[in-house]
């Protein structure tokens, strides 16, 4: 029977990097609700003229709406068999809804959880640095230049610090996640659906894991 693989993970997990690599070498679909949102800020349909209205208002998009977004995704030739959702659902008002959403389409849920904890999260979140010449990525922690705080490539370019990976941005980040989610982790582990991954291990290593419970 085809899935719907739920992915869940904390900003720096890197879920987003696993299910491309799912997408690359399975073909299997990654749905993120970043990139539908982004798209609906360049369509003409009267779903995108609706979320287009709201956001520009400054006003969060309702989970009714969202998942009406999900729904006309999902509905298209490249979802008939399983895909990943990344970003869907973050509540479990909105893990309802995808049930609903999986009995129509005939497909059974997954949710797997890439699992980090909280102090490798923040040296991996709080670490980030990136070249702006060339966009080499480095972590002081884990991927250090060879010379402090200069591009391997480009010694004469300061690696860029972004403003949301300092300490206290990153605090706020993993606070709301963790509020947000937990109730989510809840839902899944009640209905024994809820596998978990390492995240901390090599990129390598964490796919092998994903695509045997995939």
Known sequence: M???I???GAPGAGKGTQARLLEERLGISQISTGDMFREMKNA???????????MSAGK???????FQIVQDRTSREDCKE???LDGFPRTAVQAEMLERLASVQKKEITAILVDVPLDHLMKRLTGRRKCK????????????????NVCDFHPETKLEHRADDYEDKVNVRLAVYEEETKPLL??????KRLKKVNGEGELEEIYSELEKLV
């Open 6 to 8: 739920v992915l869940i």
């Open 186 to 191: 809840t839902y899944y582990e009640q209905s």
């Open 82 to 84: 399983t895909f990943i």
């Open 2 to 4: 085809s899935k719907i």
């Open 133 to 148: 010449s060339c966009g080499e990525l480095y972590n002081i922690y884990f991927k250090p230049p060879k010379n402090d």
């Open 60 to 66: 969060l998009v309702s989970d009714d709406l969202t």
């Open 44 to 54: 003409d349909t009267p779903l995108a003229r609706e979320v287009q209205a709201i």
